[in-house]
């Protein structure tokens, strides 16, 4: 859909903030991407509470979920990481100059966790 990625990650309802991305560990390929829905001073490091995180490709395009392209909805009540394996994740542009990645995501493990909606991530080096 066309708004704020927002969904649900434990059951309680989830709503993006704040957001960024780095180079890949290992993988040239891939960036290390982190979602917040909180705001912090210091984005590039200070991060808490229930989020979402993945590994996702560092050029435009359409990219499926899988069982080795997932994203992580950490539920930071129970402690416990929900996987989505189902869905999608489009990057829409990438400027490392300007150090902004756009996209959109729909990522699903079930009812209870899932992500839908367009993000704008800030490069951390």
């Known amino acids: 859909q066309n708004q704020n990625l927002s969904g649900k990650i434990g059951g309680n309802d989830w709503s993006f903030q704040q957001g960024i991305f780095r180079n890949g560990f290992g993988d040239s390929t891939k ?9 912090y001073a210091d984005s590039c490091w200070d991060h808490s509470g229930t989020y979402v995180m993945g590994s996702i490709k560092n050029t435009v395009g359409l990219y499926t979920l899988g069982n080795f392209d997932n994203i992580t909805l950490f539920d930071s009540i129970s402690m416990i990481n929900y996987i989505a394996t189902c869905g999608a994740i489009e990057i ?10 756009t996209g959109r995501m729909d990522a699903r493990q079930n009812t209870n966790n899932y992500m839908n909606g367009n993000f704008t991530l800030k490069m951390c080096k």
């Open 31 to 39: 960036f290390q991407a982190s979602f917040s829905s909180r705001v």
């Open 92 to 101: 829409l542009s990438v400027d490392t100059t300007a150090g902004i990645l």
